[in-house]
Each structure stands twice: as structure tokens, then as C-alpha cells.
């Protein structure tokens, strides 16, 4: 005797269906076990690029076989690092977890604390936030035989290294400029012809809110003029947005003509590529925010971490730092062969702002309150 | 084990919060009766079958289905309707709409386990049995009312459990359908030897399925009997009135035997049973006399109306102060004439009040 | 066939003091530790979160009321308050007179083809609100949106309309909101038993009179069910008025919690008490309903087939309102879909429409290696999610509605509490109460499936209970008097009879999930990330346009999803 249900859909199936598909997941994540030939590739690429790494590291890099990293969203890191990386170095293989500054920060010192991270290497662009965790211990205190190659000014030793620098300046839309406007953007040489811009009710700026890139512009500027340059950027009647990718997509649509504070290298010049309208410059003296890795303290693969981290501060590292995610070099021996660097109106800024990013911290609670109530909510 | 009730109620009450449906009622049913739980609507018989069927909870009270206990409040049992077997014939059938008529009398034999062939073998004697042969695959939306209730009481008689309730079976049919089926469900049920309770609200149908009548009203039982016996013998105005017509007579009581009405007359009754000076009779009883008829009982009274019915007339007559109506198949009796009318001793029932 | 009947009064007083079996308050334990679970654990660690400077775990963190007092005693947060009030109730009352228009025109009025407009009209509640911002940003940016370039090719001076407002994202919320409405009412509006509308007719009521004493009444409960869960929805949406609002100065609460969380410095703490902020709107918006509703509490049920109510004819009107719908239908949808798909071929929006410029590199981009793990596992999330989350929402809404075992209330309570929980909000939560979890928990697939399990269950509940209540209970009953236990009544009995609700809730569910963002956006790790957070996270990394070609793709996902509902609910006849 036929049972009830003469509906048709098969739960059961449903179900087997989500099984499948989640074993399979779970499948793909198993790691490879390295080839000894990988792992030879791998040391003589070592070798060869990093001078001064051990035998021992690298061949208990490669039996590890994989390294976590947790980054910010970087426009070309998939094939520029992780790839390159990867076809250097066979026997690891390299996982990213891409995500913006607070939930990387977060995510990271949460599991850090509850015990339980995948992390390997950790990036970050908030130098006292770094220094802090330093200071907790969820760093690994190491320091990378290719550490030398990195400026002073773009690490603390022994834990973070940057990996390339974001270059804050002003930026505008070329086919949206008067010849007048032009002539003036030529001109301009420091940060105090920046509030000056012939751009009345046509300039965007981003808020002070938005991370470390645009708090430092609001705070050097005030430390230097005192509030009243906010106040003067205020009367050019700025559009403020909640951050740099929305201005840049608005800049390229030709709502305004110009915007100060732009971390351009990065955002800027990611439609630049794509062929939009833009230009931009760094007026003196230069403002930069470093992009910079650490190792985690209880890493998992600690020695896969240290050859990434070795790798990234080597030339040949650097060089794909800098050439595939945009930013500017943190070190004088890397080649910048960005597009758009080997343009004539790209110049990198002369001199740097050494910053107290501690203060920068500290301030930014009152300068948000200034901020808003100059620039309004 | 003969004298071992089939089904046993023991002190029954339940409330719903401050509301007490059923209070204290107490049967006793052997196997193979009929019963009948009569009353008017509210008066908590639907409650007290659900009751046995375990589908409520009683507040205090024993129930025994054959010899075991399936719920006592004392001792703390109350076996779910799952376990009683017991079978339950809903008022609105419950035919489960997307399963065809066999799959919905198959069910039960399925949860039993028993084999495909012999339990579709079952299912089509049980079919032809309530005249259904030959609408195994129809599905009920498609079915008559009358033949849904037959699928519905094919379903619970297909699993042979011994015991089987029937809720206001025949209350969602027309009339000539109603009356044929009262028949036929008498006779299956009589053939197939089981114990029967059901819940009516029409004394008509009682009388003709019930070996024993269980009246009820307010939530108490009032009187249990044969139907005949609780017909000819109520004993209370309530269930005189609720089982067929009846004529009330305040009185005194001058005896046991005998009555003084208002006017001053007295009447021979049966025999005082009750305190209420209450007595009545019903009014296919009274005879209707020429004027001065000598007769026991006998009261000089007068027609004031008439309605013919077919077989009876009803005659309303006023006697001695008292109104009376009066059914006789002669349908002759003139309105406004002067007659007698008997109320004969046997008849006068002495009643309690209310209930 | 059709009326009020008695019995089923009767049937309602029946269930008070019916007696339940061991095995369904077994269930009802199991369904309340889960639930308990799933909504209770992020909800009491958020409140912890609210009271401590530090996330949790952090060394040398301590009690304190700041966070509390800058969220509740200061004027900060006064201005982002009341914006967010002001976008709920704006989007709660414009969804719901939406939804009543539509549901009446298409239940009422006699239109060409009513059941293929219905779903049309259904589509905007298919693409996430981000989806639609997105979309409409396309169409109604100010001065290059191209809604205003063909404005300006026309000849018109400046911008017809700017999204980048108020009224802006008030109208992306509404679009998306209003078939929802339109659906929770077009039901009631149906079963209105004709009679009933009749009995006013014939004592002298015009139609419109009809419609605002006897019919607009009846659909009060259903009407105020719509303003507060779509106005709750509306208010704890950060995408869209972080998107469309901050170049006009609109900040919101949830705007400014995601600003919290996910820029440095974070202030995790501090977003732990707005989420509380958030939390109090909506439990004293769920105690205003609840109020209004037992007003209005007369208990009617309709047995059998409802007679149907005869559509108004319309006449010469008839044209003028299916082109008023189909407006509304080019606007609402059509529009939209076009500039997603238009847009997704772009490399950016300029002051040009440049047809030389369409490129394939979007979608190039979205299908390449990790990318393309998100699109299977977004399909696996809303796939299982949905089927979980209806299983349980299916459970939990017959031990509700079909028994009378204690502690039912509460389950009733815990399941709908949710609703109260903004996603962000049940996200952080979520973060501390898991990261500690054994098994490799935390960073699966899995910790999404519990958060959606959580966010999600009080639509299936919501969904099924009505169904539920319009199987009579002596289904069950007879089931249950043959001898079959609660599982196989709910498998072979009630479960078929609901399968309509079941599926409708599935889609449902199901498309909510794959549309996640707030909560999935903190909890995602590198093997679980969704379509959604791509989309979301390419509005930072490639630019709005490889946004759109996401959207695009997600919205053909969803399209399956449906598309495979409709089939398996043209098979269930229940």
C-alpha cells in the first residue's frame, strides 16, 4: 500500500546534498605534502634572494606547508604576491583572509586572546596599534635577516616591518579642470597651499573617522597651522565621505574636481588603471602611513611565516609589494616600476613626517569632536 | 473476567481553569453496548469522550479500559492516546486530504506493522463492509459527506480495536441520509461485536443506536437507562423535556398517591418518587373524552387550538386552570368545543426539579 | 462550505488543558536549549561587551559604564538616533501603504493576468538592499546617474533626482520592502470571506467606505505586523545609508557601528552599546504591536475554500492602471536590473556613457579562484540554512500552536527575539561568544550557518504558524489515535498538509541568507567567505563596478533558488 505523501520533494536529498557539498569543502583544505623537489626549488630561490636566511628555516618552512595570513584588501596580492610567492617557494602554500582594518584587527586579537587563531602573519597599517600588541606578546619577537632593508623610520624592530608605504596627497579629475585650476595644481608645493584650491563647493575630503591614512593629513596640518586650516578646508564647502573608495568613485564621476588627503597610490590609482580621469600629487613634506606584517606569537607555522616575512623585505619581495598592490616602496633598494610612477607629473615626496603615532592616537577622540563640529555630521 | 466492565468511568470531573465541565460522572459499559452520551451543547459530553480517549487530561477521576487502569489521578497515570486503542470517529471526519481514501483507512494498520498484502487485503473487506468498494483511490475532497463518514469510520474499524468513540457522527449529514445511516451503523457495529460510545445532541438518534442511554446536562449525568426506560420513566423536568414533549403540573402533595392541582382537584398518580411538587405527563398519554366521562382522572376542559401533523394533531386544551397539550390521531376534535381530558394514573410521572 | 465555524472556537478552548505527551515536552526542552542557545549566548556576551572597556579576554580589561553613558548620556548619538527612528518609520509606514495598494489591485481589481503580476511585483525582494543602492546609484547620481543624463539629454538643467539623501535611501528601503508587504497581505486581503463584505454592501456601504471601515480593520494586525518588522529591518540597515547617506551628512546607528568595528581604531565595546540602543527600539516597538494587537484580538478562522470576491470591474480604467503598475514596475525593478547589468560591463561610471569602454573584466575577476569559492559556498549556506532554519522554525511552530506544553510561551518569546537583534549587533556578539568554540568552530563555514539559524528563524516560525492554524487539529488527532508518535504525525500528517508555507518560508529564508551581510561581514573567515561580503568588500578593493557584476551573479543565484521553489510548490497541493 502506497504511503501517504504524494508531494514530491525528497528532504532526504536535501540534506545528502548539503553533506556532499560540505565534505568536499572540507576536502579542498587538507594540505599537500611537499615534494622534495619543491623543496630544493625553494631553497635555492631562498638562497638567492634572501641572503642570510638559514637552510633550517626554509626546510621547516617547507614541512610545515602552508602559512595564514590575515591582510588588508590589496589591489593586485593575489597573483603579485600570493602567486609569486607560491611559484618561488612550491612547497607553501600561502592562504589569505582579506578583510578591512577594524575586523582584521579585531578578529586577530580576539582569537588571539581565546587561544585559537589560524593566524601566521598578521598585517596592519596603525604603527601604534602594532607597537601595542607587540607589547601583549601576540607578536613573534623575531627579526628578519633582510630587517636592514626597511627604513627605521617603517618598523619596530624585532616585530612589525613595513611592506610598502600609502602616500597621502591631493588628487583631481582631469577632464573636470579650468586651465586656471591646472595652473594652480601645478604649483602647489607644500601642505599649506593645499586649503587654498581654487575649488569652492567642488572638493571632497574624507572623514577624519576613516583609519590612520586620513587621520594623520587632519593631524599634522593642525599640529603645524593649528585648526584654522580645517577651517579654511571648510569653507571650500566640502562633500565628506565615510571613505577613500566612495570619494574616488564620485571624484571619477565628476560630482567634484578635487579632493585632499587621499591615500591615491592605493585607491586613486586603482581606477587610474582602469583608465579613469585622474591625477595626483604629494605635496611636502610627505605624509605616509606604513603598511607593515608581523608574525604571530603562537603561529601555527612559524617558520613558513618567517620565510614570508624575510621574502616580503627582500628586494625581489618589495618589488612585488610594491608593484602589484601600489604602494610606495619602505625600502630605498626596491625598484618602482609602477605604471603610473614612470608618469612625468608623479613625483614621491622628498622629505617625511615622522610621526608620533601614539599622540595620533590619543588626540583623535577631541579631534573627531573638532572635526565634526567644523566640518559638521 | 464476565463481570468485568469494557470501559470504566470513575468519578470523571474536569475544569477548565475556574469552569468545571464535567462533574463527578461515573459509567460503567460492558462489552458489546451501545452507549449514547446525550445533551444539549455545553453540557460537557464531547469533553468527557475526548476523556476517554485520552485526548484531554481530566482534572480528578479513574478511567479503565478493559482491565487496565489509562489514567487515574491518584495514582498518577495517564497513558496518551497513542496507547489506548481506541478507536475515535471525529465530528468533521478528519479525513487527512492528501492521502486517497485507502492510504487514510490503511494508516492505521501500517503504525501496526502489519504486511502490505494482508493489510490491503483488510482495507478492501473493511471498504465493501461500509459499502466504499471501489473508491480505494479517490481522495476525500472528491467524496460525498455521507461517504466520508464512512471512510472515517472504515478507518478506525480496519485496526479491530474493541472500543470506538464517535463524536456527533451523524450531525454534519442531511436528514433521509441521517436516518438511513443510524441503521446501518447500529447493525455494523452490532455484527462486529464492539463496545461503542458516542456524543449526540439529537434524542432521536440516541434512541434508535443506543442499548443505554446516558443523559447528561450542566456537566453531571442525570439519569442512565434504556431508551425506553428513559422515556417512559424520566426523572427529572429536564429529561422529561429533552426526550420528547411533556406537559408540567405544579401540585401539592396530599399523599404519596395522590396530588391536589391549583384549581382544587385531586389526581391519582403513579407513586411519589421526589420532594419537588412537580408532576408530568406526556401528551400522546392524555385522552381526550366527550364532556362528563367518568374516567380516573378525568378534568372538564376545553380545545383551543389545533394543528394537524399528519399522523397526530396536537391539541392545545385548557383543563382546570391548566394549559395542556394534548397529541391524539383523531383529528376531529373541533377548537372551542368542550371535552374531557384523562390523565391517566400510570402516566402522571412524579419529577425532580432541574438538574 | 465557507463561514466561521463553531467548532473550531470550540477547538481553541479544547487546547488549554489538553494533555501533552512525554515526547513533545521532550521536544520542547531540545527546542528551547537550541534556541536558548543560538539567540541567548551572542545576546549575553554583547551585553558583557556593553559594560567592559575592552573586548573580551583583553588582559587588564575592566568593568565600566562609558561606553553606556556616551551611548545613552550624551547628545552625540542624538542626531545618527533619530535618523535611524526617522528612516524605520518611514520605510515601515511607506512599505506597509505600498503593500496595501498593491495587495488590493492585484486581490481586488480586475487587471489582465493578476497571478504573473504578483510575482513580478515580488521580484525587488529577490536583490539585497545593497544590490538595489547599488543599482540605484547608477540611475540617480547626481549629475551622472543615467536617469539625469537622459535629463540633461533632454534638455534639463542639473540633476532631476539625487539617491544621495534622505528620501534617497527611504526610497531604496521602501522598494525593496514593499513586496514583502504586499505579500504578508495579500493573504488576509483573500480570505476576507465575501460574505462578510457583502453584509456591508447591502446595508448601504460604498466601496471605498467598505474599504476603510470593514476590510482595512480586518487587516490591522497583518498592517501593523508589516510597519514594525519592516521598520525594524529598515533601521538596523547600515549598507544602504552608509552608501547613499554620508555625502549628505546622514549618519545612523548602525552606520556608526559599522564605523566602530571595521575602521582603525576600532571601539568594539562602543558599538556593543549602540547595539543595545538598537535593541531597546525594537523590543519596545515588538510591546507596541503586541498592544495594538490584542485589541484587536477576535480569534476568525475560515473553514473550507473561501467564496472569492468578485473583482471590480474596471473598465476604461483598466489600461490607465496596468500602466500605473507597470510604471512602478519599470522603476522598482526593470530600471534596476538594467543599470546592475549595464553597470557590471563597465570599468567605471564617468560623466560619458562610453560604449567603447564595456568590458568583460568584471566578470572575469568575480570567477577567478577564491572568488569563485564564495559562489559555492554562499549556495551552500543558503541551501542548508534554509532547510535547517524551516526544520526548526517547522518544530517550533507545532510545539507553539499544536500543544500545550508548558514552556511554549517562551519558546515563543526566544525564537522572536532576534528580530529585536540587528545583525551587526548579533555579529559581534557572535565573534566573542564563538572565537573560543572546540572543533574548529570558529572560522568554518558552520559559525555562519548558527549565526543565520539565529537571525533567520522567526521568518520560518512567522511563516508556518500561519498555515499551522489553518490545519484543524483533529488531523493530528486522528493520527494520534491510531497510534502514531509526535514525529511520524509531523512527518506523514502535518508536514505535507503545510508544504506550501514550508517552501514559501524556504525560498524565503534562503534568499535572506544569500543577501547577509551585517552579520556575515564580522564572522566570515578565509574559507567561508559569501557573495555578499565580495560585494560588499569590492566597494573597497576593485571598485563599485566588480560590485555590480557580483550583485549581478548573486541575482541569478537567486533566481534558481526561486525558480526551483516554484516547481517543488506547483507539485505540493498543500
Sequence with gaps: MKRCNNTRIPRALHFLKGIAIASALFAMQQPASAASADVATAWKNAQKLIPGISKETVDAACSEGSAMMYSLILRGEQEGIIGHFEKLFPCIKLKVFNASGGVLSQRFTNEMRAGNSPTDIWMNSSPVYGSRLAKEGLLLNWTPPTASLIDDLWKDEGYWYAIGLAHIGIIWNTEDIKPEQKKWLEGVKTWADVPNGPFQNNTGLVDIRAGGTTQIFYYYNKQKYGVDYWKKLATLKPTIFSGVNPLIGRLVAGDFAYAAGITADTAGATQWLKGAPLQWKFPEPGLAVPYFIGISAKAPHPNAAKLFMAWSLSTDGQNSWVNSSGLAPASSHATDNRPYAKKAWYKLPKTHYRADWQKIATDLKADTQTFTSIFGK | MVNVPQVRLDNITKSFGATQIVRGVDIAIDRGEIIALLGPSGCGKTTLLRCIAGLEQPTGGEISIGPK????????????????????????????????????????????KIRKSEAEAKVQKILSTVGLSGLSDRFPSTLSGGQQQRVAVARSLVVENDVILFDEPLSNLDLKLREEMRFELRQLINRLGLTAIFVTHDQSEAMVLADRICLMHGGKLLQTGTPRSVYDEPETRFAMNFLGAANFIDCSFVDDRT????????????????????????????????????????????????????????????????????????????????????????????????? | MTGIAVGKRRHWLKNRGRSYSRAESALCAVLLVIVGALVLLPLGYLLYGALRDSPPRTPNAGYTWANLVEIYGSLHFAQPFLTTLAIGISVGIGSAILGVLLAWIITRLDIPRPGLWEKLLTLPIYFSPLMLALAFTALGAPRVGFLNLIWKTLGGDGSAVSVYSFSGIVFVLCVHYA???????????????????????????????????????????????????????????????????????????????????????????????????????????????????????????????????????????????????????????????????????????????????????????????????????????????????????????????????????????????????PGMVLGVGMVWAYVIAPFGLWGSIWILLIAYMARFIVHAVRAINASLLQVSGEMDEAARVLGAGIFRRLRQITMPLTMRALLSSWVLVAIFVLNELSATILLYSSKSITLSVLTWNALDMYGAMQAFAFSVIQGCMTAILVWVSYRLSGKATW
Design chain 3, 179 to 421: 513586496p514583502y508587504a504586499m505579500l504578508v497581505l495579500t493573504a488576509p486581503m483573500r480570505s476576507i470571506s465575501a460574505e462578510l463584505e457583502e453584509a456591508a454592501r447591502v446595508l448601504g456601504s460604498s466601496r471605498w467606505h467598505l474599504m476603510r471601515t470593514v476590510t482595512i480593520p480586518m487587516l490591522r494586525p497583518a498592517i501593523f505586523s508589516v510597519v514594525l518588522i519592516v521598520g525594524t529591518l529598515a533601521a538596523e540597515n547600515f549598507a544602504v545609508p552608509t552608501l547613499l547617506g554620508r555625502q549628505s551628512k546622514i549618519s545612523t546607528i548602525p552606520g556608526e557601528i559599522y564605523f566602530w568595528l571595521t575602521y582603525e581604531p576600532s571601539n568594539p565595546n562602543l558599538a556593543a552599546a549602540a547595539g543595545t540602543l538598537l535593541l531597546l527600539v525594537t523590543i519596545s516597538g515588538i510591546f507596541v504591536y503586541r498592544y495594538m494587537t490584542r485589541m484587536s484580538g477576535r480569534f476568525v478562522t475560515i473553514t473550507g475554500k473561501p467564496k472569492l470576491i468578485p473583482r471590480l470591474p474596471l473598465g476604461k480604467w483598466r489600461s490607465a492602471i496596468t500602466g500605473l503598475l507597470a510604471f512602478y514596475l519599470a522603476i522598482t525593478t526593470i530600471l534596476p536590473i538594467a543599470a546592475l547589468i549595464f553597470g557590471s560591463f563597465m570599468p567605471y561610471i564617468g560623466q560619458h556613457i562610453d560604449f567603447n569602454k564595456l568590458t568583460l573584466h568584471n566578470y572575469q575577476a568575480a570567477l577567478q579562484g577564491e572568488n569563485y569559492s564564495a559562489i559555492t559556498h554562499s549556495l551552500f549556506l543558503a541551501v542548508v540554512s534554509a532547510t535547517l532554519i524551516t526544520l526548526l522554525g517547522f518544530l517550533v511552530s507545532y510545539i507553539i500552536r499544536r500543544t500545550s506544553v508548558p514552556g511554549r510561551g517562551l519558546l515563543d518569546y526566544l525564537s522572536a527575539l532576534p528580530i529585536a537583534i
Design chain 2, 69 to 112: 487502569k489509562v489514567f487515574s489521578s491518584s495514582e498518577f497515570i495517564n497513558e496518551p492516546p497513542e496507547q489506548r486503542k481506541i478507536g475515535l470517529v471525529f465530528q468533521s471526519y478528519a479525513l487527512w486530504p492528501h492521502m486517497t481514501v485507502a492510504q487514510n483507512v490503511a494508516y492505521g494498520l501500517h503504525l501496526k
Design chain 2, 259 to 355: 396530588i391536589r392541582i391549583p384549581s382544587g382537584t385531586i389526581l391519582q398518580i403513579r407513586g411519589r418518587k421526589n420532594q419537588a411538587p412537580l408532576v408530568g405527563i406526556r401528551p400522546e398519554k392524555i385522552r381526550i373524552e366527550p364532556e362528563g366521562s367518568e374516567s380516573p382522572n378525568a378534568l372538564k376542559g376545553r380545545i383551543t387550538d389545533s394543528v394537524f401533523l399528519g399522523g397526530t394533531t396536537l391539541y392545545r386544551v385548557e383543563a382546570e386552570g391548566l394549559d395542556l397539550q394534548v397529541a391524539s390521531p383523531d383529528p376531529d376534535h373541533v377548537k372551542g368545543s368542550g371535552i374531557a381530558v384523562v390523565l391517566p394514573p400510570q402516566f402522571l410521572l412524579s419529577l425532580q426539579e432541574g438538574a
